[in-house]
């Protein structure tokens, strides 16, 4: 069982930054990492992942401007979103997989002036 909590997220500028959070139960054990959103009346997409090692790669929506990471000190994955369009606003999920898929609660992003 992997639990995850998201956090971080908010109203912000476009052109704007924002760091999101994901804290899990573990982090060294799961191969693969995501961040996932969900815009309204859209389906859940892709951001990016990132592997146990470190190799990440993302959606070419949000390519040069968002930035995943993980530290296994912290059992926790970061997103860093820079250079916000409003196309961003979304709710952004937490995504693992050990075994079986698990998911955070979702933290909103707002990207409005």
């Known amino acids: 069982q992997v639990q995850l909590v998201e956090s971080g997220g908010g109203l912000v500028q476009p052109g704007g930054s924002l760091r999101l959070s994901c804290a899990a139960s573990e982090t060294f054990n799961i191969p693969v990492m995501a961040w996932y959103r969900q815009a309204p009346g859209k389906q859940r997409e892709l951001v990016a992942t990132?592997?146990?090692?470190?190799?990440?790669r993302y959606a070419d929506s949000v390519k040069g401007r968002f930035t995943i990471s993980r530290d296994h000190a912290k059992n926790t994955v970061y997103l860093r979103m820079n250079s916000l369009k409003s196309e961003d606003t979304a709710v952004y999920y937490c995504?693992?997989?050990?075994?079986?898929?698990?998911w955070g609660q979702g933290t909103q992003v707002t990207v409005s002036s």
């Open positions: 990132i592997s146990r090692g470190g190799t990440t």
């Open positions: 995504y693992a997989n050990l075994y079986s898929d698990y």
